[in-house]
């Protein structure tokens, strides 16, 4: 960090410096005359003594050769540290390159704020810390996408080689060719979310936008999952004004499918689901709550995240991979807006969506 010169204490640091080599200079002519006189009167005991001016002019030249010849030293010693520490550095920063091109993203170099490559080392740790994130997101990732395909798998497997059984009981046959089918659907609905996330992450799905009635495509889709809730005796309201948007009615259509999917699926049987539209200048707010299970505050923060299950076993059992809301909270983000949620547990949910109108 560099000091401010209108500091009082940079002020003074300088002070005391300058004082403390203005001593070592005045000590070094000091020296290198007293060692000039000495060499000068060696030599004279040797060549006889010249006359007083000689003598002096003599001692002055030796001592400014001394002092010349110290100088030198000084300089290639202080250079030498300075290409020391250089190469000391460099090696450092290599060796940590070639333990992060292996994998080991754990490495960091130890900053030091007097050195002339602290403000890289500090980047280098930088880096390291965020390949490191990466490269857990990603070996999370594997091991999820890997967990989920291999249990319906595993289910269709099983049951396939029951199936085969000649004795097998017509009903035990459809229960099982049941569950194969309702597994298959599963593999090809996880499939299908994860190329929908892969490519809306690299922008391969370009947004299409037209304008429609948002009202309508609610309405259209609550129609659409009529025989879900009816079948669980749900009570299903709607208070919507008549609102046109701009969107990808396609993905949107994805947003509103996937949270009134949840919203049966984890309310119980006799419950309520409840879907209202409000719109001002600025914004749309598509409201859908429940009267379910609700979702502990600890995991509030985490439904939007890939894979993440609040309660993992019920979530399996009901058919989900995890990966609903991260596509919902994807394409809602894509069009400007934001998602957020509310719940409590036992006493259900509610997701609330605000769409830019314009």
């Excluded at 602290?118 to 594997?142: H, K, P, V, Y």
């Excluded at 269709?156 to 035990?172: H, S, V, Y």
């Excluded at 459809?174 to 490519?199: F, G, H």
Aim: proline share 4%; with cysteine.
């Amino acid at each position: 960090m560099k000091k401010d010169k209108n500091d009082p204490n940079h002020n003074k640091f300088w002070s005391n410096h300058n004082q403390f080599w203005i001593v070592v200079i005045f000590a070094g002519y000091l020296a290198a005359f007293v060692a000039a006189y000495l060499i000068s009167a060696l030599i004279y005991g040797f060549t006889g003594s010249p006359p007083e001016l000689m003598r002096h002019l003599i001692s002055g030249i030796i001592a400014m050769a001394i002092m010349m010849f110290v100088a030198r030293l000084i300089f290639y010693l202080r250079g030498g540290s300075r290409r020391d520490e250089y190469n000391k550095n460099h090696m450092q920063i290599t060796e940590a390159l070639a333990q992060i091109a292996q994998g080991n993203f754990d490495v960091l170099l130890e900053p030091n704020p007097q050195s002339p490559h602290n403000d890289m080392t500090r980047a280098f740790n930088e880096m390291a810390q965020s390949l490191g994130t990466l490269e857990s997101m990603r070996q999370d990732f594997i091991s999820n996408v890997s967990h989920e395909i291999q249990s319906p798998l595993t289910s269709i497997g099983g049951f396939a080689a029951l199936l085969q059984k000649d004795e097998l009981p017509d009903d035990e046959r459809r229960r099982y060719a049941t569950v194969i089918e309702a597994e298959s659907k599963r593999l090809s609905s996880l499939s299908d979310n994860l190329l929908k996330l892969s490519s809306l992450d690299i922008d391969k799905m370009p947004l299409s936008k037209t304008k429609f009635r948002l009202d309508k495509q609610l309405e259209r889709i609550a129609l659409t999952l009529e025989p879900q809730w009816s079948a669980k005796k749900l009570l299903l309201e709607a208070d919507m004004q008549k609102l046109t948007v701009c969107g990808d009615e396609d993905l949107l259509s994805q947003v509103w499918m996937n949270l009134l999917h949840n919203a049966i699926k984890f309310t119980p049987e006799g419950g309520q689901i409840n879907i209202a539209l409000a719109a001002d200048n600025k914004s749309a707010c598509v409201k859908v709550s429940d009267t379910g299970v609700g979702i502990a505050p600890d995991d509030q923060m985490h439904i939007f995240e890939r894979f993440y299950k609040a309660d993992k076993s019920r979530d399996r059992a009901l058919g989900g991979n995890g990966l609903g809301l991260s596509l919902v909270k994807k394409i809602v983000e894509l069009h400007g807006g934001r998602i957020a949620v509310e719940s409590e547990i036992g006493k259900g949910t509610a997701f609330a969506v605000s769409l830019p109108v314009k």
